[in-house]
């Protein structure tokens, strides 16, 4: 990066100088004790700090603008009486944090007074359900929210700190994993910003997934410790605990109105305690709010077990309480893990449930109007289990008659199915349910019992439509197929984009459509929120659209991105937004030589796929593809090689612990970026790198940085994608295959402006078939590059027989080999078009004005009116 276009550094002070200006605001503000005998009481201590939040509020219910002077004494005091540092040891985390605590103080102003307006007008509110919420860092987002980016930047800049190297203190959220959680982040954030009563519910795992460690070009997983001593951005809410019950045993009871109940009694019970996270909205003066849950024991120590000298014995209970919300989605390929995983589906739905459900009759309303003022969306089958569970807790705990129960849970929760991989769609063992929550295997057995009768009546003699649509799986051992329990008790499905809707209806849950009908089913394309994906990761393109647009309307209103199409052809405004693309390019440039070590060359076209690693995602055809342009670039002389566009590929992603075919598939990428890096003879034109720990975080800095972004999911497997979404609103191309949102995409921004190739999704089951039972003829260009794997030029060629089999004795499922040549061709195709500098330009420009479609707030406002139907707040 050059001097010119580096970012401006604030002069750093010295700590002399730090301590001078950290007594300065002391003094002016008043709040330090001068004599032993004043010094405070820690309860006098946080008396104070709630009497001066309190003030702050008020003054701010008056006047809510933001100054410099009052943000100072607020980091100041929460240096001081949150953290406990004294002004002469502080570091960039304690002021990152007093910074923190401070933007948290503010943005409890509109916590507040949503919460107050949704205790008095009582609204119906939507209960998003979701096992992840990829939040991302906070503060960053905050500022943005609170429009005060530039006065907080200003006041720690006064304090003697850089407002950029404090949020790089901060740790994303270890709450989420792919899209799946960013989606959800992404809802909420939407919600929030459009004043929709919509609260999230989830847990609050402690290390999150895990840390990615690459040795030796091995995936390695490490604890990711993300919470750490204190997070500002979490409430804990110890008057809001619940029990939930494991095991134990179904008896049957008599009630005072002399009725026969069933109760579920015995076995093991931990406590769910809430901790909120509050969700600003955009500029408004709506927040939203994340409710986790934390697991906690009965008895967190068992003092006559330490005593008597088993000290292990004494913390039992803590420690079995601590694991259940230890780590998001617990390695599943073991019995422990397998129970582990099931206990935390339960204990989730189970708190958010009983906390929905006292929240509801906190208004005395009638049961019969639970449906009327309670939505419940389960993001995919992970919470599946709130339906038996709503129908025992309106049966067995509330006395509600079946039908009137069953009229209720059908008419509240609606499913969103994000999957059609039969994997993915999760089913139980029926044992694993009757030992771990008995008297819920009996509710699903009475679901599916009275929904077949109602199917037999329906198509009476049609016994191969009973055996497709029931919920229970006859296999050793049965199982419980969780996708069908979601169906049958929603009142809507919906998908996440139009193929992906469409192969849910024909291919996924077609028995499903003949017994309801196709209005159930319905589909809702996905959407990424604009503020975080292209207001705040990308500051230079925000900054250029905003003039070009005259104003910021666009970044809730994005539709309004359209009115750029008329500039595609101006070769100033090109110019421009090239510009913008190459700083972000340095500022990846400059992240990798920082953190990596690694070197690339801003001149060279940005090839990226990022996302979790998985065989469908086709990131191996990716590699395979480099093994081929290596090999062709070492094939020509020095003046063909010359003419060539030179790529840096690069990929990121996390592979689940247990899948080892993935796990290879990040070896392969990294053994074969060490071999190009150690050749001279392409050192100029061709560039690998497996970033590690891909995060929100790194995302940020990752996406505005792309010029091509690989979405080549083999058809009919990516429900819709998100990330397509990031990369094409800041510009960046895309080369992939028609599936999911990309065919959306394509309709939008054009088919010029985007390198689609590959087979269709309704050709897939054919080819399929064909491999399986009649042999498979490998492309000859793959072959080659298959026997440079096998010859050992990448490493010991034993290490990746497993990667070699799936496409010749596996039958090559994701059909590889199928569309490799065209792939090739493709990637051909976009090495001539980045020659053509304008073109490309225009093109990246006609990507992101096409994107209005696919903001969050459009989404979300099609759940509130198609699924939920809810309303914004009225104020």
Not at 6 to 16: G, Y
Not at 73 to 100: C, P
Not at 138 to 165: H, I, P
Not at 746 to 762: P, V, Y
Request: proline letters at 4%.
């Amino acid at each position: 990066m050059t001097s010119k276009n580096r970012p401006k550094t604030p002069r750093r002070l010295s700590l002399p100088s730090v301590t001078k200006r950290m007594t300065e605001v002391v003094i002016r503000e008043d709040i330090t004790p001068t004599t032993p005998d004043q010094i405070p009481s820690r309860k006098d201590k946080h008396k104070r700090l709630q009497e001066q939040v309190l003030q702050q509020w008020k003054a701010r219910m008056v006047q809510p603008e933001l100054d410099q002077d009052q943000i100072e004494r607020s980091i100041v005091y929460h240096t001081h009486y949150t953290l406990g540092r004294h002004r002469y040891n502080v570091d960039k985390l304690a002021v990152y944090r007093a910074t923190a605590h401070s933007v948290h103080d503010y943005l409890l102003q509109s916590w507040n007074s949503t919460q107050e307006q949704l205790h008095k007008s009582n609204p119906k509110r939507c209960y998003y359900l979701s096992m992840e919420f990829l939040l991302g860092r906070a503060l960053d987002n905050a500022l943005y929210c609170l429009a005060a980016k530039n006065l907080f930047t200003q006041s720690v800049r006064t304090l003697g700190f850089c407002m950029e190297d404090l949020l790089d203190k901060e740790h994303d959220a270890g709450l989420g994993n792919g899209g799946l959680g960013r989606l959800a982040a992404c809802y909420l954030d939407s919600a929030a910003t459009k004043e929709y009563p919509v609260w999230g519910y989830g847990l609050r795992f402690q290390y999150g997934i895990f840390k990615q460690i690459i040795k030796d070009g091995f995936q390695l997983e490490k604890e990711d410790a993300w919470l750490g001593m204190d997070n500002p951005w979490e409430f804990p809410r110890e008057d809001t605990q619940y029990d939930v019950r494991f095991y134990g045993y179904v008896a049957t009871k008599v009630n005072d109105q002399g009725e026969s109940r069933l109760s579920w009694e015995g076995g093991e019970v931990v406590k769910a305690m809430a901790y909120d996270m509050p969700i600003p909205g955009y500029r408004t003066h709506g927040s939203g709010n994340l409710r986790l849950w934390d697991c906690q024991p009965q008895s967190t120590f068992d003092f006559a077990s330490f005593n008597h000298g088993d000290y292990a014995d004494a913390f039992r209970d803590h420690n079995k309480a601590n694991n259940l919300t230890a780590v998001l989605y617990p390695n599943d390929n073991h019995q422990g893990g397998k129970e582990l995983r099931l206990k935390q589906e339960y204990f989730w739905v189970s708190a958010s449930l009983q906390d929905i459900i006292r929240r509801f009759k906190r208004y005395k309303c009638s049961w019969h109007d639970f449906p009327e003022k309670v939505a419940v969306q389960l993001n995919d089958t992970h919470p599946t289990l709130a339906i038996p569970e709503l129908m025992r807790l309106l049966v067995d705990v509330e006395g509600l008659d079946w039908d009137i129960a069953w009229d209720i849970v059908s008419r509240t929760v609606a499913f969103t199915n994000h999957t059609v991989l039969p994997e993915a769609l999760e089913c139980w063992a029926v044992p694993l349910i009757q030992h771990l929550l008995p008297r819920h295997m009996q509710i699903i057995y009475d679901i599916n019992l009275f929904f077949l009768q109602k199917v037999e009546k329906q198509f009476p003699g049609d016994r191969e439509l009973l055996r497709r649509v029931s919920i229970i799986e006859e296999s050793q051992p049965q199982q419980v197929r969780m996708a069908y329990l979601a169906v049958v008790g929603s009142h809507t499905v919906n998908g996440v984009a139009a193929l992906h809707s469409e192969l849910v209806r024909t291919q996924l849950f077609p028995a499903f459509v003949k017994v309801y009908g196709a209005d159930k089913f319905i589909n809702i394309t996905n959407g990424v929120t604009p503020r975080r994906w292209l207001y705040q990761a990308n500051p230079g393109l925000r900054n250029l659209i905003t003039r070009a647009l005259g104003n910021e309307g666009w970044v809730d209103h994005l539709d309004e991105l359209s009115k750029l199409k008329t500039l595609a052809d101006d070769a100033q405004f090109q110019q421009e937004w090239m510009q913008v693309k190459r700083q972000n390019k340095d500022r990846l440039k400059d992240w990798l030589r920082t953190h990596m070590d690694i070197y690339v060359s801003s001149d060279a076209l940005f090839d990226i796929q990022v996302k979790r690693i998985h065989e469908y995602k086709r990131q191996y055809m990716n590699i395979l593809g480099v093994i081929h342009r290596y090999r062709q670039l070492r094939e020509m002389t020095d003046e063909e090689r010359h003419q060539q566009v030179p790529r840096v590929v690069l990929f990121g992603g996390k592979a689940a612990p247990g899948y080892d075919i993935a796990k290879l598939i990040i070896k392969l990428i990294n053994s074969v970026a060490k071999v190009i890096d150690e050749d001279p003879l392409v050192a100029d034109l061709l560039k690998v790198v497996f970033i590690p720990d891909y995060k929100v975080s790194l995302a940020e800095i990752i996406i505005p940085a792309s010029d091509l972004s690989q979405h080549i999911s083999t058809a009919g497997t990516e429900a819709s994608g998100t990330s397509n979404m990031k990369f094409v609103m800041n510009g960046g191309l895309i080369i992939g295959t028609v599936d999911g949102a990309n065919i959306e995409i394509r309709d939008h921004i054009g088919e010029e402006n985007i390198f689609l190739f590959g087979t269709l999704a309704d050709q897939v089951p054919e080819l399929r078939h064909q491999q399986k039972y009649h042999g498979l003829l490998i492309d000859e260009d793959l072959q080659l590059v298959l026997d440079d794997i096998e010859a050992g030029v990448f490493g010991d060629p034993s290490i990746f027989n497993p990667l070699i089999d799936i496409i010749t004795y596996g039958a090559d499922y994701y059909l590889i080999s199928e569309d490799f040549h065209a792939y090739l061709e493709t990637q051909k195709t976009v090495d001539d078009t980045f020659k053509d500098k304008a073109a490309w330009a225009k093109k990246s420009i006609m990507c992101t004005a096409g994107m209005g479609f696919f903001s969050s707030d459009r989404s979300i406002s099609e759940y509130a009116e198609r699924i939920w139907n809810i309303k914004p707040l009225q104020r």
